[in-house]
């Protein structure tokens, strides 16, 4: 399973666009955790789920995703009804509650992958206004068999790194 995960667009169409078609036809599912800035129907989000980040006001985006694979269970969120600035905790027991075991969201527009208690957090930071960092962000989880592989990109498509995990 591949999955492309970005987040914190705001307001940005091109990029959203040029990533969707760069890998529209090699990734199995393609998620926005929020803050498009879009509007619902918006054709730059046509090749995303897309979920409510706490700056979308144009429409009514769900404020989760939540995609039941073969062997995994992955649940996409903004992050900021869950408190991700302070703590993964809410969002590690929304997780356990859908059965979750990946977790993407944005909102801090920190990038970043960890797990916690067999749960898989993935934050793509942001490809508009990425924090602690300069590079402009977004991220591809591969998974193979029990290994999880979580690259980030630049969005002009350059790898920036990638880091594996064991996953139960």
């Known amino acids: 399973m591949k999955v492309l995960i970005v987040s914190d667009s705001h307001g940005l ?11 529209r036809d090699s990734v199995d599912l393609m998620i926005h955790c929020g803050d498009s800035e879009l509007e619902v129907n918006a054709k730059e989000l046509s090749d995303y789920n ?5 700056c979308d006001f144009r429409g009514e ?3 989760e995703f939540i995609h039941r694979g073969n062997e995994y269970t992955i649940y996409a969120t903004h992050g900021h009804l869950h408190g991700i600035k302070q703590s993964l905790q809410k969002l590690y027991y929304r997780c356990k509650e859908v059965g979750a075991t990946i977790a993407c969201f944005g909102h801090s527009h ?14 793509p930071g ?5 924090r602690m960092r300069k590079e402009k962000t977004y991220a591809i989880l591969e998974i193979i068999d029990k290994k999880a592989n979580v690259t980030f990109y630049n969005t002009d498509g350059t790898v920036l790194t990638t880091t594996s995990f064991e996953l139960s």
């Open 13 to 23: 169409t091109k990029p959203l666009q040029e990533i969707a078609e760069r890998y």
């Open 50 to 54: 897309v979920v409510r980040g706490n």
């Open 61 to 63: 985006f769900p404020e």
């Open 110 to 123: 920190v990038l970043g992958a960890e797990v916690i208690d067999d749960v898989l957090f993935i934050n």
């Open 126 to 130: 942001s490809i508009l206004l990425p």
